[in-house]
């Protein structure tokens, strides 16, 4: 799934929203990423928090993906760019 929108309440219902997906940087995403993991792996979550975890998981691995493809593209490019101005 890949929802990059802000999510409601927590499931403790403290109200603190989470940061639009679309706005981290990849070291932001990433490390979100692993605490969610790290969250689920505990396995001591109510169901709900875990799938909302789960999903937002997802959207979070999308976004670094996305980082990761940009900067795949962007070395691609100047790999290209520097064959031709060399041969």
């Known amino acids: 799934m890949s929802?990059?929108?802000?999510n409601t309440p927590d499931a403790a219902g403290a109200g603190s929203a989470e940061p639009d997906i679309a706005d981290l940087s990849y070291e932001e995403a990433r490390a979100e990423l692993v605490a969610a993991v790290t969250r689920l792996e505990a396995g001591n979550l109510p169901l709900e928090e875990s799938l909302r975890?789960?999903?937002?998981?997802?959207?979070?691995?999308?976004?670094?993906?996305?980082w990761l493809d940009g900067a795949r593209e962007k070395l691609e490019?100047?790999?290209?760019k520097r064959a031709d101005t060399e041969g």
């Open 3 to 6: 929802e990059t929108t802000t």
């Open 53 to 66: 975890l789960w999903e937002r998981g997802e959207a979070l691995a999308d976004r670094c993906q996305a």
């Open 77 to 80: 490019t100047a790999k290209a």
